[in-house]
């Protein structure tokens, strides 16, 4: 019988899915003047706004969610979440989707209030499953109800392995364990999968459904967030369980659950099946008949809560929000989020000393519907409603800026996993509810905008976070080679990622390709393979770009390595002198020849360049023009990276005229009782790059150095600390011309006898005074012990004191460079 259309009519378009109810539904909406349309989700209120804006254009549609408003300033069509309609606002059309969940234990009371008392002035349209039907007929007599059959046909194929799904197949899981469970196997075994959870945003739902739409995997694994109005291009969808957690217990999925879900496989006149997989227990035959023939138990009961609530007071509230319904056919909803905060914030001595008239009820009802959408700790959410509240009933009413900045701004941050940016997103929106909350708020369409920018940036990390575990990108590059297709586009990004057919093969670090560590080795000879000829002309371009590079460009790590741009390139090894070590190139056997040695050529220049920069006074004393003993002293200093024993040199020293004298003291170098040094080459820097050079010749680990003038000298020889700048001296490595300045004051000391180690002595040894002993020990100083007190002397020559110095016959002294000297040399061994 045909449908008679009048005004004020009711309408309840019933049936499975895949029959083109929502079509229907916002076809006649805008045949109307103006019209509104509830969803059950906010992912499906965005999406079908998306697709009205796309007909109609945004100043004609508004968007009203609880954590997203758009509303132009005259719209004509409203698109909603149910939870969402503005019921105060009249317009010709109005329909309400999936009514059927007017039965659901947790949000049916809601469907039931808007079922029974939304119309919209011309037509009301009752959209879901016919399962409502004579409860339906009993509490909206004047309902025409039109029954709608599916498109296609969905059959049952039984049980199948993860690996024998076929593609465009969706797994469905109850839990988000089971969920990254499954999706972690799809994809080793088949490349990847998306992910689509009922906690993702909107933005993140789109971005894993839009690469399951253009076919980069060919697999979903997805919560029940499926079961409702998603429309993807799934032929199969398997069961990895039938059991749920609904709130309060784990229970079995109702036939009706079952086929919602199941209904997603098969689209408009494209057949679907489903089945279960993972080891889940086969459909019972009355089950899968149900599905099949769409034939479900009719409900029994809707579930209610009283919407004529009383204001007066807290308690009153309660009271009347508790009432039970009048009607067999209904039953009183279980106790929502809003009523639990409401009760736990009456008992709060505050809370219900300001809630004392029905302004300030109805405020703080309002506050209790903010919704909790982490749903992991509800006392921090309910602390969070008392400040709310708390603040809103001060004289301001306003929520100050300066708290909501504090914890917005810690949401703002896309590092962590999964769970963890899933957490922020879900934190985020209910900061986004709040936002919309206009009278609250200073400047509340600042704070939306805040509130949507860490959203999307959150949402783009997850995906990306979603990719990463759940994708490989390899997959379909790795299956095409196979197919021996050798046409793979490559190239090298501005990163340095190596990129096959969009596959990061890998990366280059400076002149060297490193392959990626997560691939198996097939995967890597593969993509190699297909990239090698963009990578050798990468490195011929890198290697050009070396050479014609300013030498700030490289530098010189403590371990003696070479790096081009931070990357390792060449390493110091040991060379005839500590000062003139020999370069090599790290192995890398994608130089050739030519450019080996045209790189090592160029390091050599950065590296002569660098040392005659780093240890100028050493190289400006080397080019001098100096006599015969002055030459033989800076030998000595290059022999020793710009120090040399006084000893060692005292034959030139007593030889070198006055005028090489002032020559070397205007480079730095200072003529010490202990040590011949260049000053300037004791500065920290100076002092690293010898610490360098001197592990490069000994072969040893090099000595951490830095502003300190005294370090303990620990496992470390000798002779790295003397190259490097150091006297060692009773277990510590004591800087030069610190030794210098400590030995002369011990000296003076002495002079006047015996003497204690005190504070200022220590200072300048650059060490505490018990270390003092065995510093003093190395210089010569005898150690007398007292009374438990510690003094020191110096020990006496030998003679005695007062004998007189037989005179020693002066010896003419020879040039060390000379022929001389090398034949006294000579004699000396014979």
């Known amino acids: ?95 309400i989707d999936e009514v059927q969940l007017c039965a659901d234990r947790e949000r049916g009371h809601v469907f039931t209030d808007r079922l029974l008392h939304a119309r919209g002035r011309e037509e009301t349209m009752l959209l879901g499953a016919d399962t409502i039907t004579p409860l339906l007929k009993q509490l909206v007599p004047e309902a025409q109800i039109e029954t709608r059959p599916r498109f296609s046909t969905l059959s049952y194929t039984g049980a199948k392995k993860l690996t024998r799904l076929p593609r465009r197949s969706a797994i469905v899981a109850f839990s988000l364990n089971e969920v990254y469970g499954l999706a972690e196997l799809i994809r080793r075994q088949r490349g990847g999968t998306a992910v689509v959870l009922g906690a993702l945003s909107p933005r993140t739902r789109n971005a894993q459904v839009e690469m399951y739409q253009a076919g980069e995997v060919d697999y979903m694994v997805a919560t029940d967030a499926i079961g409702m109005g998603l429309n993807m291009d799934i032929e199969h969808v398997a069961f990895a369980g039938t059991r749920k957690f609904d709130g309060r217990a784990p229970r079995r999925l109702l036939p009706a659950e079952i086929g919602q879900i199941a209904g997603r496989a098969g689209r408009y006149q494209h057949d679907g099946t489903f089945g279960v997989t993972n080891n889940a227990a086969a459909l019972d035959d009355e089950v899968v008949q149900a599905i099949e023939t769409h034939q479900y138990d009719t409900l029994d009961r809707l579930s209610w809560r009283n ?96 708290w909501v900045a504090g914890h917005i701004s810690r949401l703002d941050n896309v590092s962590g996993d999964i769970d963890t940016l899933t957490q922020r997103i879900a934190h985020v929106r209910t900061w986004t509810y709040i936002s919309h909350r206009q009278e609250w708020l200073a400047d509340s369409v600042h704070w939306q905008d805040v509130a949507r ?26 299956a095409k080679r196979r197919q021996g297709d050798d046409a793979l586009l490559s190239y090298v990004a501005k990163s340095g990622e190596v990129i096959v057919e969009g596959v990061a093969a890998g990366a280059m670090e400076g002149l060297k390709f490193i392959r990626d560590a997560e691939q198996s080795r097939e995967e890597t000879q593969t993509l190699v393979s297909a990239a090698r000829g963009t990578i050798l002309l990468e490195v011929e371009t890198r290697v050009a770009a070396l050479c014609a590079d300013k030498d700030d460009a490289f530098s010189l790590s403590r371990s003696g390595r070479i790096r081009w741009h931070d990357n390792e390139v060449a390493v110091l090894q040991r060379g005839d002198a500590a000062i003139a070590p020999n370069v090599s190139l790290l192995r890398n056997e994608l130089l050739n020849p030519r450019s080996r040695d045209l790189v090592s050529a160029r390091l050599i220049r950065w590296l002569d360049a660098y040392l005659r920069r780093r240890l100028a006074p050493l190289f400006k004393a080397r080019e001098a023009t100096l006599g015969s003993a002055a030459r033989g002293i800076v030998f000595q200093l290059s022999e020793g990276l710009g120090s040399v024993d006084s000893a060692k040199a005292r034959g030139q020293i007593a030889a070198l005229d006055g005028a090489d004298k002032k020559v070397l003291s205007r480079f730095g170098l200072r003529f010490g009782v202990y040590t011949l ?14 610490a360098v050079l001197a592990a490069v010749y000994l072969g040893q680990n090099s000595p951490r150095v830095g502003h300190a003038v005294s370090l303990p000298a620990e496992t470390i020889g000798a002779e790295i600390w003397q190259l490097t700048g150091f006297q060692t001296l009773g277990g510590r490595a004591i800087r030069f011309d610190a030794a210098e300045r400590f030995a002369a004051a011990a000296r003076k000391r002495a002079r006047q006898g015996e003497f204690k180690a005190d504070g200022s002595l220590a200072q300048l040894a650059g060490c505490d005074v018990p270390a003092l002993e065995a510093v003093l020990m190395d210089l010569g100083y005898h150690v007398i012990k007292t009374d438990g007190e510690t003094a020191f002397r110096q020990k006496k020559r030998n003679g005695g004191r007062g004998q007189k110095r037989r005179s020693q016959p002066k010896t003419k002294q020879i040039d060390p460079l000379s022929p001389f000297a090398k034949l006294r040399e000579m004699a000396s061994v014979k």
Request: hydrophobic residues 45%; contains cysteine; proline residues 6%.
């Open 677 to 690: 040094y260049f000053a300037p080459l004791l500065r920290p820097a100076a002092q690293r790059l010898r």
């Open 453 to 478: 920018k860490i959203e999307d940036r959150l949402s783009d990390a997850l995906h990306e976070r979603l990719l990463q575990r759940f994708v490989d990108r390899r997959a379909p590059v790795l």
């Open 307 to 402: 919407r004529d609530l009383d204001f007066h007071s807290p308690r009153a509230l309660l009271n009347s929000l508790s009432r039970s319904p009048s009607s067999g056919l209904l039953f009183r909803a279980r106790e929502a989020d809003d009523f639990r905060v409401l009760k736990e914030l009456s008992g709060d001595s505050e809370v219900s000393g300001r809630a004392t008239n029905p302004a300030a009820v109805r405020l703080l009802w309002d506050i209790c519907q903010i919704p909790d959408f982490r749903k992991v700790m509800p006392d921090i959410h309910v602390r969070l409603l008392r400040q709310i509240f708390l603040y809103l009933t001060t004289v301001e009413a306003r929520i100050p800026e300066d």
């Open 1 to 95: 019988m045909a449908l008679q259309e009048k005004r004020g009519w009711v309408r309840a378009v019933l049936g499975p899915t895949n029959t083109g109810k929502t079509y229907l539904a916002i076809d006649r909406m805008l045949g109307h003047a103006s019209g509104m349309i509830g969803f059950p989700l906010r992912l499906l209120a965005r999406e079908n706004y998306d697709r009205i804006v796309a007909l109609k254009g945004r100043r004609s549609v508004a968007l009203i969610t609880g954590e997203e408003k758009i509303v132009p300033p005259r719209p004509r069509w409203f698109v909603c979440t149910v939870e969402s309609m503005p019921l105060d606002l009249e317009v010709d059309f109005l329909a």
